[in-house]
């Protein structure tokens, strides 16, 4: 069992596109007064620069199993005991992993976003503050068409074929028993701004027992 660092952990979990990204800064700008970082644990994806495109393209990127685990926790182990650490940038049109430009060093507070922030027992273990952001599996879907569309270079048809074969499935299997592990429940459909107001009791007292 590792021995918690002084720094104060905050995991964000839900489902694709949910609006954990958008959380994690909103709850950014609350706490300024902080050094906060926000991370995406989709910077730890595998790096499969060694596969083919089609090959790379079948990877279930909704498995837990498709995040270096290992790496992404020393990270945030290093990142909560206020070390420097590079955190590495990924490619999902390439699926490849490179040394990243972004460099954290000090953090008072790490918030931690992504589908599978709440699946790992070992980060749970670490949380101050575990949120789930539950959103409507509808505008789940046409958020993600959406990005994939627009970021990643895929067509609608690529999109739903994902979504139907891996996507739901591993959300179902692995993402949705997550939210038993989450302090606060939150709507992604809801303005941010409203919602926060209901963990601004929590966010002031984490900012004077950090201080």
């Keep these: 069992m590792a021995s918690k660092p002084h720094a104060r ?24 007064e902080l050094k906060t970082v926000i991370l995406s644990h989709d910077n730890y994806y595998k790096d499969l620069s060694h596969l083919s495109q089609t090959e790379a393209n079948k990877t279930n990127f909704d498995h837990p199993d498709s995040i270096e ?27 490849k992993r490179s040394e990243g430009k972004m ?11 992504g589908i599978f922030a709440l699946y790992y ?3 749970v273990e670490l949380a101050d503050l575990k949120i789930f952001v539950d959103t409507d ?8 068409i959406y ?3 627009r970021d990643r270079g895929f067509n609608i048809d690529s999109v739903i074929e994902q979504y139907v074969d891996t996507v739901r499935p591993s959300h179902m ?24 107001y209901l963990l601004n009791g929590f ?3 984490e900012s004077r027992r950090v201080l």
């Design 147 to 149: 990005r994939d569309i």
């Design 69 to 95: 685990f290992p790496y992404l926790y020393q990270d945030v182990l290093s990142i909560l005991k206020g070390e420097t650490v590079n955190i590495p940038d990924y490619d999902f049109v390439t699926h």
């Design 173 to 196: 299997a692995f993402i949705e028993p997550s939210k038993k592990n989450a302090d606060v429940i939150i709507s992604g459909e809801r303005e941010f701004d409203k919602v926060l």
């Design 9 to 32: 952990l905050v995991l964000i979990s839900g489902g694709t596109c949910s609006g954990k990204t958008t959380m994690a800064k909103a709850i950014g700008k609350r706490m300024q």
């Design 103 to 113: 460099c954290v060093a000090g953090a008072e507070v790490l918030i931690l976003e």
């Design 203 to 205: 966010l002031l007292y």
């Design 137 to 144: 599996a509808d505008l789940r879907l046409a958020r993600r």
């Design 121 to 123: 027992p070992e980060l």
